[in-house]
């Protein structure tokens, strides 16, 4: 079955940077398309960033700019590189992926906590 394991998760300090990773199991993953959302104490589930399977990418107007997603389909995993964190990026970040037929299955999430 589709398996998603985030990491990279942590606290970092207002204006660092953290690399989150997702790593796919069961999954032909070069036909998905991969996404990270975030979800905030008492708030929804947020898009933040997704790579299609031909390499577009989009970006929250919120993270344009700092974040960068990417893909490695020999490695079968995507990266949320977050530069200038701030505060507000606090969240659970969730990883995604999407099958051609429009299944979504979801990672269990890492923490991501921006404090001084």
């Known amino acids: 079955q589709v398996q998603l394991v985030e990491s990279g998760g942590g606290l970092v300090q207002p204006g660092g940077s953290l690399r989150l990773s997702c790593a796919a199991s069961g999954l032909t993953f070069s036909m998905f398309h991969m996404r990270w959302y975030r979800q905030a104490p008492g708030k929804q589930r947020e898009l933040v960033a997704t790579i299609l399977s031909g390499g577009s990418t989009y970006y929250a107007d919120s993270v344009k700019g700092r974040f960068t997603i990417s893909r ?44 001084s």
């Open 72 to 115: 490695d389909s020999a490695k079968k995993s995507v990266y949320l590189q977050m530069n200038s964190l701030k505060s507000e990026d606090t969240a659970v970040y969730y990883c995604s992926a999407q099958s051609p037929l429009q299944s979504v299955y979801w990672g269990q999430g890492t923490q991501v906590t921006v404090s």
